[in-house]
């Protein structure tokens, strides 16, 4: 299941308790799926479960039957896009009443009059024409939130209306379409906190752990990678101005633990400054601190030389 069909999942199974939340549900669906006239609608969906709630609804608030008009297969999705119609008195009397003026004008107030019926717009807008996606495995694509509209008025009241429920979101032309979108993790789980849909919070939740422990991983590896690049540089750099030292003759002037930590370097150019303290049976820190006598030393002989 993918995460888009899990959100629509948690949205069919949510309760409207009255008449003016199933209006706004009807107005939402017709908005982001459906073709209007004054006395005739059209409405258009590829999943059967969201196409049935509409009819429920429409049967429900106005005890009108909406008539299957056609069913045409999409090959590349392999699923069937159903098209229902009503015409007549008893569309305009549904579009009059779910809808007054919408399109170019925008969304009308009325439907969204409350808190609850602008939840439900939100959901119905959705349902008809949103999806959500998630970063999954190495997937680069991360969180995605978005709704297609008709018409920039449309989709500017509906930033309004997600704005009133403190879901603040973007929008931008595809093609001849507006889309509104949200893109962060929290933006997310503030709308599915808000529209009530608990499942794919849960599930939010979980891929957002599963993907911060598998960052928190890759920075560890970086951090490593990242230490293990500046050993080896230190290393080679040691290993170069100990040669030096070696040609100059200057080997031959150091003390007993000095000479011998210049030969154990040049002699095991790779390995960490841990690792040669312990072939020297010393401590890491007294190994630095005659390693940075060496370079010392180092200086001053290319200087003088």
């Not at 305009?92 to 009325?110: K, Q, T, V």
């Not at 717009?121 to 694509?141: D, E, I, N, Y």
Request: glycine share 6%; charged share 25%.
């Amino acid at each position: 299941m993918n995460f888009t069909w899990e959100v629509k999942r948690d949205f069919l199974a949510a309760v409207n308790e009255t008449a003016e939340e199933k209006r706004a549900l009807v107005a939402a669906l017709l908005l982001t799926s459906g073709t209007v006239s004054p006395s005739r609608f059209d409405f258009v969906s590829e999943n059967e479960r969201v196409a049935g709630y509409f009819v429920n609804l429409v049967a429900e608030l106005y005890g009108v039957r909406t008539e299957v008009k056609e069913a045409v297969r999409d090959p590349k999705r392999e699923r069937d896009k159903l098209t229902f119609s009503c015409a007549g008195e008893s569309a305009a009397r549904i579009l009059r009443d779910c809808c007054a003026e919408y399109g170019e004008e925008g969304i009308s107030e009325h439907l969204c009059g409350s808190e609850a019926c602008a939840r439900a717009f939100v959901r119905g807008a959705f349902l008809g024409g949103g999806s959500c996606t998630l970063p999954r495995g190495g997937a680069k694509t991360g969180y995605h939130l978005e709704f297609i509209f008709p018409s920039a008025a449309v989709a500017e009241d509906f930033r309004y209306l997600l704005s009133t429920l403190e879901l603040l979101s973007k929008s931008v032309m595809r093609g001849e379409k507006y889309v509104v979108y949200l893109k962060s993790r929290e933006a997310l789980s503030d709308f599915l906190s808000v529209t009530g849909a608990r499942s794919a919070l849960k599930t939010l939740e979980s891929v957002s752990a599963e993907r911060e422990e598998s960052n928190n991983l890759n920075r560890v590896e970086n951090c490593f990678a990242g230490n293990a690049d500046r050993t080896a540089i230190a290393s080679a750099l040691q290993t170069v101005a100990l040669g030096e030292l070696k040609s100059s003759g200057g080997l031959e002037t150091l003390d007993e633990h000095l000479k011998e930590l210049a030969c154990a370097r040049l002699a095991n150019p790779t390995l960490s400054l841990s690792e040669l303290a312990e072939t020297l049976g010393i401590t890491k820190s007294c190994l630095s601190h005659r390693m940075r006598k060496l370079m010392e030393i180092h200086k001053k002989t290319v200087k003088t030389l």
